[in-house]
């Protein structure tokens, strides 16, 4: 090949493909340059004027290299890789670094092959990070457990690219074994280990990073930012669906440039399909002031260093021809992407096949529960004054409100009040295990909503003002393998979506997924769930106990400022 | 250990060593900081305010990582790998990308050993590029071939950081077979591959990148620098001895910062031992006004990340603690030398065992020559018109001059003329065969001077102007093993200097081989050499048959400029 390589380059031959008359980004020079992009199998073989056997003409186009995502979970997207690649490669996004956490927080290792399987059908390099934290928190009870034996064993797969973001930096600053053995595992095996330390400073942070951590999606302050990069960390600069932090990107200068990246982390389908994926990063950080030219070094090129994605990230020859035709460094609009120097997108849409799905056996169906009934959901207080979970529009920190309720046969009464019960019910092992709280404010009525996206050991999370829908829920779940349910109490009629994958994500295309999820949250809405929540995945961050205040997982309710299990009786 | 680090870091316990009260360099920023600089084993954990059980007041002495020599061939000091790091680690430079194609050239792979064996002696890393061109050209007899098989078979080597400079760049360009072999083998093993393309431009330099090629060192115009960057290429900025290309440095910007990085190439144990290794690049190139944070992040953070040196060249936690204490950041005067967290230089002055030396037998008595006798210098012309080598002081450019010489007996008269005899004998396989040929304008008179440092194949270059002196020289060089030689025709002396590992560097110190050295160019200058040539070092670059314009190989005469052997009859 290298032979074909340098005959192309050298113009001995024609080149494969050739961008002709372009417009495109030195990232190395940090400015624009004109001329013929010259690709010869995957590879770029230089820039000048060529001769190509297919030749697309860039007159007035901008060439950028494709866009490299740092960090993301593809099951935010509720889609599997197939269908995720097939709203992102169009959008000029040619490579990503996955941390499956969800799925193999439900099906273990499995969970890791699949998406590793998965990608492999579609034209985008998926890059997948072993995730280090299973379960994230000991508190509930998880599909699987990663320990330090675990990661050991796992690491050194071939289809690993690192170790997923280390969420545990308590463990890792306070040394527990276990913690360490994982981080030491990653480094054995020469592996990059991503970060995630919101607001750990000083010293803390020296004992987290002394440990070889690399990465962090979680900054957003000037000072925590200024000191991350000063202490070797690169900084993402975060475009997710709840979760943003492109201010970030404030805090390039000149000196700290090479050292910011970008990642989605979280993106739903809706905004990937809407408003597009690094696209629509660019798109803004550019609106909002930063130099278009730095702003792509950053999706490019300094992802590519921080992953040691070597001859990739630019357009150079040798590089990986991973190339995105936009309209401009304005709107960013991709008029054709090429990956591998392949044409695999052309406006806006993709070129290859996304009907074939990697579907094996063992991440479907993993709803594991008893059959549900009504008394699996009695609430049974001491006495009329209970703990009761709020939450705040948007953002997955919840409250704690102290609440006055009444009971009747042992069973609270919710009747004519604005609180709902609340339950998280193990699905992974058949524990039994069943969770009960209070909800408050969230404004739904007769019935129940549930969902198997219960983050991060995806448990269901119910929710109802009814023993029996509520059951009815559970049951439906069960059955249909995961995904998200609405009981109305009323007509005895149940509404649900599957999420077939893990109960996290469907194998279907990502229209039709969301034209039936919207119709689902409609249902949600009008039985009075307030505008201002996402409905059902609102729903899904009320067992994470590692953000504040209070929350439920099936093993009971924590007090996450605590750190504790607590009790509902007040 | 990584507990340990933690634990420090935290500061739950004291560090081994604290440098306290420093300025330091923070290379991901750009700026310099303040505080205390804590380190464990051989890793730094933090920055702050820290105790250690040793601490090093650096009070108003600044502290920035070890220089990092992205290109050095340690035989051009004439030194063991031992003495030279005696020489280069107390000005502060902790690790080098050593090509050892000189001695591999003389010994085969066993150079390479050699090199890499020796350096385990000392505190520097010395990371190990096979050499990709061994011989440089195909027109004279070196000691070891290492053809495209070679190449493939001791890339893997485990003490194999990478493939050495690819000065053989037309037959990239051209698409040798063996030749792309060897940069295919590189590629499968995952290793870095060092440039050397002095003047390629265009679509000559898209062929030869698209090989994937990663660095050059060769750069010297705007034109050159500013081409290569944009596709790729890290530029070195040169600091050798006769080769320099500081001024590369005027063509940093706040965009391509981070593509430059310092090397030395080729420097003598002089320069070493009096102006200092790369902190005399430093302090040049401060003096000429690059700023010095940039210039300590070329030598440091650039380097560390063109060779994927990871968690090195800088000051952060988990880096590696090759640190170094200077008085400021204009003289760059090294008080401290820390090497992966040790103590190894002070004041200038190594606190490592340097008398050690490693020395394999089969680097030793490389000289393999059947006893030569007067007549094997007899050179017979067809008439008076011959073809002269003229050289250029101070470089290795030669030129060709045709000069009228008269004959008696069938060899050249020289008596009364500015001519002398040169001759190049093979000394590696015994092949017997001696290249003669004519020099004009050297100056030296009554008798011969020899050395077996020619590059690149290093046999043995013999000058002079009496036949007998000349094959005294050779035997005397048989007799040693190598080194350099003068003979006095008229008193019959012979003096010489030994360089007994492979003819090439001593087993001696510094110190005393350089007065010997001094003593013996001095005689050479004596007998006539004029001051504007180095006496024995302007020979060793005559038989260099990629330099224009006539040189002398073992072969025979070469013309560089048809690429081509010629006649000596003009």
Do not use: W
Not at 34 to 52: M, P, S
Not at 207 to 221: F, N, P, R
Not at 326 to 333: A, E
Not at 389 to 413: A, W
């Amino acid at each position: 090949m290298l032979e074909k390589y340098i005959n192309a380059a050298t113009r001995r031959v024609k080149s494969d493909l050739v961008l002709k008359n372009a417009t495109f980004v030195d990232v190395f020079s940090g400015c624009l340059k004109k001329g013929d992009i010259a690709v010869v199998g995957d590879r770029i073989v230089g820039t000048g004027e060529y001769e190509g056997e297919k030749e697309i003409d860039c007159k007035n186009l901008t060439v950028v290299p494709g866009y490299i995502d740092g960090h993301v979970h593809i099951e935010s997207s509720q889609l599997s890789p197939e269908e995720f690649a097939s709203l992102i490669v169009p959008r000029g996004t040619t490579a990503i670094i996955a941390d499956p956490h969800e799925i193999t927080n439900v099906c273990g290792m499995a969970g890791c092959e699949y998406i590793a399987n998965a990608s492999k059908n579609v034209p985008l390099d998926v890059l997948i990070q072993l995730p280090s934290c299973v379960p994230a928190t000991p508190f509930e009870t998880s599909g699987a457990v990663l320990a330090g034996k675990d990661i050991e064993e796992n690491i050194t797969n071939e289809y690993i690219f690192g170790l997923g973001e280390f969420m545990n930096y308590p463990g890792i600053i306070y040394c527990d074994p276990d913690t360490l053995k994982k981080v030491e595992a990653a480094h054995a095996a020469g592996k990059i280990i991503d970060g995630h330390a919101p607001a750990v400073y000083g010293y803390e942070l020296n004992g987290y990073l002394s440990a070889g951590i690399s990465t962090d999606h979680e900054c957003v302050t000037k000072e925590e930012i200024e000191e991350k990069i000063s202490k070797g960390v690169y900084v993402h600069i975060r475009h997710g669906s709840s979760t943003q932090n492109l201010g970030n990107a404030k805090y390039i200068t000149d000196a700290n440039m090479r050292r910011f990246l970008l990642c989605t982390d979280d993106r739903h389908a809706a905004d990937l399909k809407e408003k597009g994926h690094l696209d629509d990063a660019l798109r803004k950080l550019v609106a909002e002031g930063l130099d278009p030219v730095r702003a792509v070094i950053c999706a490019t090129l300094n992802a590519a260093e921080c992953y040691n994605l070597h001859f990739r990230g630019a357009i150079a020859p040798h590089y990986l021809a991973d190339l995105v035709v936009v309209d401009n460094l304005k709107n960013f609009n991709a008029k054709y992407v090429i990956k591998s120097g392949k044409l695999v997108a052309e406006n806006g849409k993709p070129l290859f096949d996304t009907s074939k799905r990697y579907l094996p056996g063992n991440v479907l169906n993993t709803v594991y529960l008893k059959h549900m009934k009504a008394e699996d959901f009695i609430l049974t207080l001491k006495g009329k004054r209970a703990r009761a979970i709020t939450i705040e529009p948007g953002g997955v920190v919840t409250g704690c409100e102290t609440v006055e309720v009444e009971s009747k046969n042992g069973d609270v009464v919710l009747k004519g009040t604005d609180i709902l019960k609340l339950a998280v019910v193990e699905r992974h092992k058949m524990t039994g295990n069943i969770g009960k709280g209070l909800f408050k404010g969230y404004g739904f009525k007769g019935g129940a909503l549930g969902i198997t996206i219960a983050h991060d050991s995806h448990n269901i999370i119910l929710m109802g003002d009814d023993n029996a829908s509520m059951a009815k829920a559970a049951n439906r779940l069960k059955e249909i393998g995961g995904g998200m349910v609405i009981v109305d109490s009323a007509s005895g009629e149940v509404h649900s979506l599957t999420l077939d994958i893990g109960g996290l994500m469907s194998s279907r295309d990502a229209e039709s997924l969301q034209s039936d999820s919207r119709a689902l949250i409609e249902r949600a809405h009008s039985m009075g769930v307030k505008r201002e929540y996402e409905a059902f995945m609102s729903l899904a961050f009320l067992s994470l106990a590692v953000i504040p205040k209070l929350k439920l997982t099936d093993a009971g309710l924590f007090d996450v400022e605590k750190f504790a299990f607590t009790d509902i009786n007040a």
